[in-house]
């Protein structure tokens, strides 16, 4: 990318310098507007499943084995989109817009042979920020839930972010559950006003069924020299054998092989996206987020910054408000599709399983994120959903909506 001139480079060189006091929060920065994403970090959830064919795969092999390696596969499939896909598509990392809370998006795929799958993700958390989704193919049986808040800290001019939370897969024809992990990561080319994410140290997944796999990520300058890399390994939970060995970049392109032989390659190029169909902008929910925040994108796309922040002023005094309401009223805000559980058995133990292996490696036994950092342990509420798509709540959601529009209103 170019390198940043005159004024962009002066705000950008100060922009820097106020990285370097922040206080780990990174949406509360103030980032140039050069930088300003307009795409909502509640928009994010929908980059896990962008091949939809990948995510449904493990239902179709009846071989434990070869089904493990199928959501290694899928999984690794993810990490390019979730990534490195706003550096592709716009030059350079963005500022994501700052969810409010309760704010919604909500989306679907169809692929001819995936059949439909549904995505709901939704803000539950302002303070910290954390995103809660559920994203499943009823055709296949196959279900992906999770949640992530993020730790950000600032050094040797490197933003390095830790993940809070983690993704769990549900495979209905046999019942099982996979936990994944999610990777740290750092962001690169702060200093030349080009930011890009890196992905670092490892991130595992468990499965119910008994097979393990660690990805280890590397990247330009590091031991594989190329950026972007990984290195990753499936084997039976406790056994020394490596079942297979997969190898690459998730940015381009990897090989499976068993043993030493290769016996398949992915790549991205080969592996074109499905596009996510949402409802026109006049059809959303006052709460979806594209209708949430169009003013302020449109005045993004006009470069007319002072009216970004008054746009964006408007949405953050109107979650004030209610946030002062609700105190003075003793309620909370009814979160739409999740809730908080104090604990989460199913995954307890393949936390615990997978923790035998961090901690053998001499990393951090895993941990099922101690609530505190995300408000909560989250999880998709199937009777809420229920209780929305039959209509019983539709006076409540039209009187939040209503509360959240009367709010921004003046
Ligand atoms: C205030 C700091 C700032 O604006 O710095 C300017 C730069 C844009 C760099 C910081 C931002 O970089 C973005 C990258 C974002 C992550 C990308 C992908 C994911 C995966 C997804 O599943 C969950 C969210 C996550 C972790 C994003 C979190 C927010 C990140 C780090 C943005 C930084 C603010």
Redesign the pocket.
């Known amino acids: 990318a170019a390198a940043l001139t005159g004024t962009a480079k002066s705000t950008w060189a100060s922009?820097l310098k106020s990285?370097a006091s922040?206080n780990g929060d990174?949406?509360?920065?103030?980032?140039p507007p050069f930088?300003l994403?307009k795409t909502s970090?509640v928009e994010?959830?929908a980059?896990?499943t962008e091949h939809p064919k990948l995510f449904v795969a493990p239902a179709k092999e009846t071989d434990p084995e070869k089904r493990a390696l199928a959501v290694l596969t899928w999984f690794l499939s993810t990490l390019k989109q979730?990534?490195s896909s706003?550096s592709e598509k716009l030059g350079?990392?963005?500022?994501?817009l700052n969810p409010f809370l309760g704010e919604l998006f909500l989306g679907h795929w169809d692929d001819e042979e995936a059949g439909r799958t549904e995505l709901i993700s939704e803000q539950v958390s302002h303070h910290p920020p954390v995103?809660a989704y559920s994203i499943f193919n009823e055709k296949h049986g196959v279900r992906l839930q999770g949640y992530?808040g993020?730790r950000?800290s600032f050094a040797s001019m490197t933003?390095t972010?830790k993940?809070v939370g983690h993704a769990r897969l549900h495979i209905d024809a046999f019942d099982e559950d996979y936990f994944i992990s999610?990777p740290a990561?750092h962001?690169e080319g702060?200093v030349y006003g080009t930011?890009y994410?890196e992905l670092e140290k490892s991130t595992v997944i468990q499965s119910s069924s008994g097979y393990f796999a660690k990805i280890e990520y590397s990247g330009k300058g590091w031991v594989s020299g190329k950026k972007n890399s990984f290195s990753a390994t499936l084997q039976k939970t406790g056994s020394k054998e490596i079942l297979y060995n997969i190898a690459g970049q998730w940015t381009d392109s990897f090989t499976i092989k068993k043993g030493k032989t290769e016996i398949d390659t992915y790549s991205a190029k080969a592996n074109p996206t499905t596009p996510l169909t949402i409802k026109p902008l006049e059809e959303q929910d006052p709460l979806e987020s594209r209708r949430a925040w169009a003013k302020v994108v449109a005045a993004i796309d006009k470069c007319d910054y002072e009216e970004t922040g008054i746009e964006k002023s408007k949405i953050e005094n109107a979650q004030r408000e209610l946030r002062k309401k609700e105190k003075a009223e003793g309620t909370v805000w009814e979160r739409r599709y999740f809730s908080t559980i104090d604990d989460l058995p199913v995954v307890n133990q393949l936390v615990e399983a997978a923790s035998r292996w961090t901690v053998s490696q001499g990393l951090s036994p895993l941990l099922l994120d101690e609530p505190a950092k995300t408000n909560g342990i989250w999880v998709f509420d199937e009777k809420k959903y229920e209780d929305i798509k039959s209509g019983k709540k539709d006076a409540e959601l039209k009187a939040a909506a209503e509360k959240v529009e009367e709010a921004t209103a003046h």
């Open positions: 922009f990285i922040f990174l949406a509360s920065m103030t980032a930088i994403g970090l994010y959830s980059y896990w979730q990534y706003r350079s990392e963005k500022k994501p995103t992530n993020q950000a933003i972010v993940q999610l990561l962001i702060l930011p994410v």
